[in-house]
Structures are given as structure tokens and as C-alpha cells.
């Protein structure tokens, strides 16, 4: 069957209009969101700290959407207030982003002043943050180098030669499959209320095996369902996953 020209025609200016709708529509959530920003430094320039962080938490929370600057004024002001549970929280979702080694040092300074547990390994969490933001310019020089390879043994192979570079190429694979497979910073999580029960199974009927406060650092394996299953000194508990808030 062979559309007529005015069909095509229409289909070419509903397909125009749909883009123009969709460029808008961004634009719209953009400057939406550009406006609440500002209204929320707003009230945080003029120490209306609880309002701005209610902004703030809005868009965090409800839309993913931060910025360095942002995550740092969301950790003070929870520290101001003495929640250093989400204190801690922000200043780790800050410390991804930017990795910069003074929020390493705020979050030593916070839980040895609460004398919280699991942040044994805050002395590789640079490292970790280093590899997971720059592993894919890594497996991108892998991959520019496999092209060539594979090109070269192609070559080779025209010309009747042995195919060395197609060998080592394909050896190359095995490191970029284990790169991209590796996680390169381990999930955790912050428990966010006092009286956490850790469960050892994933139901409220389970056994309660032990109590935690908020603050500590809990290690994520898996998630069930409401549950959480955690690792905390060297056991694996369940947890309900609203007890804890997970460092993205």
C-alpha cells in the first residue's frame, strides 16, 4: 500500500509537533526546577533552614535531582538540628559526587563523636569512588583498542599473515568483561532511626537478633520485598528498609 503525499505529509507534522511538545515540556520542568532551587537558597541564605531543606528534600527525594552544593547544605542543616544519621546520609551522597576528601574527614569527625560502627573501610572509599566515576573512559580505551585490533587482524588475515592482534584482542576481552561486571563501590546503607531491630529472617515474625541506634553503616547483600539483607560485623540480618536509607 503507498501512502498518499498528504498522509505523509501529516505524519511528517505530527511528527514535528510532538518534538516541539517534548522540547517545551523540558524546558518547562527545567525552569521549574531552576525556580525552586532558587527559592530554596533563598530561605537557606536567610537561615529559614527547616523551609529550604524542605525544598531541597522534595526535589531529592522525589525527583533524584541535587547538586553538590545542595547535598552539602541538606548535611549541615541536619547536623544543626542533631540528626547526624542524615547528616551522615548527605554528606556520603555528596562525597559520590564530587569525591572530596573533607567530607571523608566530616563523616571520621561524626561517627567518632557518636561512636558509630561500620565505616571501617571510609579509608578506601576515595579509591572506590575514583574507580567506579572513571571505569567507563577505561573500558572506552578498551573498546577503541579492540576496534583496531580486530581492523589489524583483518588486515592480517587479507594479507595472509597470522592473525596476532585478533588473539590478543580477544584477550583483551576478559579484562573488560570483569570490568564491566565489577562493582566497584560495595551498597550500603545508613540506619536512619533509633531502635532497629536486625531480623534473621526477611518477616516480622523473624527472631530479633540484635538492637542498632541510628547512624551506623550497614553493608547491602540483597533486597526482599519490605526487606533489606544486610551485613553488620560479619553476620547477614534482615532489615525493613524503611529503618535505613540507601547511598545512591
Request: glycine share 6%.
Amino acid at each position: 500500500m503507498v501512502m498518499s503525499k498528504k498522509a505523509r505529509g501529516a505524519i511528517k507534522n505530527y511528527q514535528l509537533f510532538f518534538i516541539f511538545f517534548l522540547l517545551i515540556g523540558n524546558q518547562a520542568f527545567s525552569s521549574t526546577v531552576a525556580q525552586q532551587l532558587a527559592a530554596a537558597d533563598s530561605l537557606y541564605t536567610s537561615q529559614k533552614y527547616t523551609e529550604s531543606f524542605e525544598i531541597y528534600d522534595q526535589l531529592y527525594s522525589g525527583q533524584g535531582i541535587s547538586t553538590p552544593a545542595t547535598l552539602l547544605k541538606m548535611a549541615y542543616i541536619k547536623e544543626g538540628l542533631g540528626d547526624y544519621s542524615n547528616a551522615l546520609f548527605y554528606l556520603s551522597a555528596y562525597f559520590q559526587q564530587t569525591l572530596d576528601k573533607k567530607a571523608l574527614d566530616k563523616i571520621d569527625e561524626l561517627v567518632e563523636a557518636n561512636e558509630l560502627k561500620g565505616y571501617a573501610n571510609q579509608s578506601n572509599a576515595y579509591l572506590q569512588g575514583m574507580a567506579a566515576n572513571y571505569s567507563k573512559y577505561l573500558l572506552g580505551g578498551l573498546l577503541v583498542l579492540l576496534c583496531i585490533g580486530l581492523l589489524l587482524a583483518v588486515r592480517q588475515t587479507i594479507q595472509g599473515k597470522s592473525p596476532v592482534f585478533l588473539a590478543v584482542m580477544l584477550f583483551l576481552l576478559i579484562p573488560m568483561v570483569i570490568a564491566l561486571n565489577y562493582d566497584y563501590q560495595d551498597s550500603a546503607a545508613i540506619v536512619i532511626e533509633d531502635t532497629t531491630y536486625l531480623m534473621d529472617g526477611p518477616s516480622g515474625s523473624a527472631n530479633v537478633m540484635e538492637t542498632l541506634s541510628k547512624g551506623h553503616k550497614l553493608s547491602i547483600q540483597d533486597t526482599e520485598g519490605l526487606w533489606y539483607k544486610v551485613r553488620w560485623e560479619d553476620s547477614e540480618y534482615y532489615v525493613r528498609n524503611s529503618k535505613l536509607k540507601e547511598i545512591i
